[in-house]
């Protein structure tokens, strides 16, 4: 009899080893879902060349809260030579389409519309094809070489800004983030990276960059791309490319834009630079036109300013106005509200990225700011 129990009692160790793998299957599935959803929203756009090499700066300060400074509309100097319109690469599908003169499809711009949002006007892939192509060598940057101070004292000095990452996707899911503001003259980067579980066996990382050049006009941006990698799956790579007054999609479609279109990263130092120079003044009800180049849509955004809110972070207490759009995310469309705060140079300290009202990432400041030197 004793020798039948100690049969029966054997297994009971090897059963209870399970027990930790069984509760963390609910969570690896979250993730692992998440990752399907990024893959869908962008399995159809195509690969494109690589991403222009990243900028680097030297990040010596902390920068602490400080009342904001009287704006000043100091005008920056005349421009000087504009950055080149960058080669288009299109992918082999798109060229073929630029060939044969097709048509940008406009079944998907209607059902923007009818969505709330105002789609600019597609054009011809053929026009521009034909009117952005040049010698590679032509994409060095003309303004690298100008002093920082040649923008005057409108824009940020080089930033960064890290922020801890909370969300939600059919269960909980946690991360990171880091925004890099980066500027060299007038040429301009910012990179906003992203990364879903932990840093040392990431998920699902992204990063998301904008690169163009500032003007008495605001940001200009030239290129904008998405690098987004999945745990099991391949690098997938996405890329919008302006050109004066057009923009060229990820997709291969082709729009016509106004000259203060922004992308989906640009738009936030967009804002800030608007509110710092009092260009546009913070105030509860106050709606602000963005036009925004998505890498499958242009929209005609508006962002609604709900008010002054406290905001609790690792620097203490911080009031920040919060933005929304107003206009709603639709089927795989993403949106963002933003949190500026005016004792930080009206910086994003808060950031939420949406799909709906379930699926989100919520990223919150997490350490003071760091910025180059003067």
Not at 239 to 246: D, I, Y
Not at 290 to 295: D, G, S, T
């Amino acid at each position: 009899m004793a020798g039948r129990l100690r049969t029966l009692r054997g297994p009971a160790p090897r059963r209870r080893a399970w027990l930790p793998l069984l509760l963390t299957l609910p969570v690896l599935l979250s993730h692992l879902w998440l990752g399907e959803w990024v893959w869908d929203l962008q399995r159809d756009w195509t690969e494109v060349a690589p991403m222009p090499p990243r900028m680097t700066a030297a990040f010596v300060r902390e920068l602490a809260p400080a009342l904001p400074a009287r704006p000043a509309h100091s005008a920056l100097p005349a421009p000087g030579p504009a950055l080149p319109a960058r080669k288009a690469l299109l992918a082999p599908a798109a060229a073929a389409a630029s060939q044969a003169g097709e048509s940008v499809d406009e079944a998907p711009a209607a059902a923007s519309a009818a969505a709330g949002a105002t789609v600019f006007a597609p054009v011809r892939t053929a026009e521009v094809a034909a009117s952005s192509a040049e010698p590679a060598s032509s994409a060095a940057p003309a303004t690298q070489g100008l002093a920082d101070d040649a923008v005057g004292p409108e824009w940020p000095l080089s930033t960064r800004l890290s922020y801890r990452l909370l969300g939600n996707y059919r269960g909980e899911v946690h991360g990171s983030a880091q925004v890099e503001w980066l500027r060299q003259g007038r040429h301009y980067q910012m990179h906003l990276d992203v990364i879903i579980g932990p840093e040392f066996a990431p998920l699902i990382t992204r990063r998301t960059s904008s690169d163009g050049e500032l003007t008495s006009e605001g940001i200009s941006p030239r290129r904008y791309d998405e690098d987004t990698k999945i745990m099991f799956r391949d690098r997938s790579r996405a890329t919008v490319q302006f050109l004066g007054e057009r923009v060229l999609l990820a997709d291969g479609a082709v729009g016509l834009v106004p000259p203060d279109t922004q992308d989906s990263v640009s738009q936030f130092v967009h804002l800030t630079w608007l509110f710092l120079t009092g260009r546009q003044t913070l105030r509860d009800g106050l709606v602000v036109d963005v036009p925004l180049a998505l890498p499958r849509k242009l929209y005609r955004w508006r962002y609604e300013v709900l008010g002054e809110e406290t905001l609790y972070t690792p620097m203490g207490e911080l009031q920040a106005w919060h933005l929304r759009p107003q206009n709603v995310a639709g089927a795989g469309m993403l949106s963002a509200e933003v949190w500026l705060a005016p004792t930080l140079q009206y910086l994003p300290v808060r950031i939420r990225i949406r799909q709906d009202v379930d699926t989100y990432i919520d990223l919150m400041l997490r350490a003071p700011p760091l910025q180059a030197a003067p």
